[in-house]
């Protein structure tokens, strides 16, 4: 699965001996395509219902059209930021996709990881009407922003300070960063969640008898200061291509939702 759409936007103005002072946008649309009945378990969990089955039109309860079943489906994690810097606050739209069919009592919520390990809390996101898709498929969405409270950024902050008195390849480097706090306090993210690494997405409601879900499709707006000092190293800006990856949970069966962000990845843009 590939992200159909990424786009980094950076508007920089670097002033010699003075740091790259930029801001960077990233959007992103991850579509979960749950017509391919081989892949979807690799996908999202939908847990042990027998009742539900993965067919070549989607998530199907194979009942009577008067008939429902509780359906609890997370999908797998994505991740977003940059790989030398995370993001902040996220703003989420999520449409699930059942054809021509209206579904409604679903609830959407989404939660975020610095690093795959420790999760936030569930934030519900609003259902949204929208009258230009009225009659064309699910006339509703769900929508929202991904907060970080401030108060989880404040120890990461007085660490990042500490950090850039060292030397280092590149005093703006989040991910070595991390690895140094980690190195340090190996608990550091059981209790602090300061940043937006990855994404998941949580589905809950009643899929009825016959209305297969084709899929849920996940667009995401992030916004990130580019403040930053230019690598003393050039090999260390090299090392932080691609999306934030400080994925710390082992992918077993033991934890079939985990270490599937990789799926995920974008094209590297040019």
């Known amino acids: 699965m590939n992200r159909h759409l990424f786009v980094s936007l950076a508007l920089a103005v670097v002033l010699l001996a003075n740091p790259v002072r930029a801001g960077m946008i990233e959007m992103g649309s991850l579509p979960y395509d749950f017509t391919d009945s081989k892949r979807a378990a690799e996908i999202a969990d939908w847990g042990e219902i027998p009742q539900i089955e993965a067919t070549g039109n989607g998530l199907l309860f194979d009942g009577a059209k008067n008939s429902s079943v509780d359906?609890?489906?997370?999908?797998?994690?994505?991740?977003?930021?940059h790989g030398w810097r995370p993001a902040g606050n996220t703003s989420l739209k999520v449409k699930l996709d059942f054809g021509a069919e209206v579904a409604r009592y679903y609830t959407v919520f989404a939660r975020y990881s610095p690093d795959g390990?420790?999760?936030?809390?569930?934030?519900?996101?609003?259902q949204e009407i929208s009258d230009k898709e009225a009659g064309n498929g699910p006339p509703f969405f769900f929508s929202g922003p991904l907060t970080v409270p401030r108060v989880e950024t404040?120890?990461?902050?007085?660490?990042?300070?500490?950090?850039?008195?060292?030397d280092v390849p590149w005093r703006s480097d989040e991910h070595a960063l991390c690895e140094w706090i980690l190195k340090h306090e190996p608990d550091f993210f059981e209790n602090h969640l300061p940043f937006v690494g990855f994404v998941q997405i949580l589905v809950e409601g009643s899929l009825r008898g016959g209305v297969p879900l084709k899929g849920v499709t996940v667009e995401y707006t992030t916004s990130t200061s580019g403040l930053h000092s230019p690598a003393d190293d050039p090999e260390a800006e090299k090392k932080r291509q691609g999306h934030w990856n400080l994925w710390r949970v082992k992918n077993d069966a033991k934890n079939p939702v985990c270490g599937f962000h990789k799926l995920f990845e974008s094209p590297k843009p040019d």
């Open 71 to 81: 359906l609890t489906l997370l999908l797998q994690p994505f991740a977003v930021g």
């Open 154 to 166: 404040t120890e990461y902050y007085l660490k990042m300070r500490a950090y850039q008195k060292l």
């Open 117 to 126: 390990l420790n999760w936030s809390d569930w934030q519900a996101l609003k």
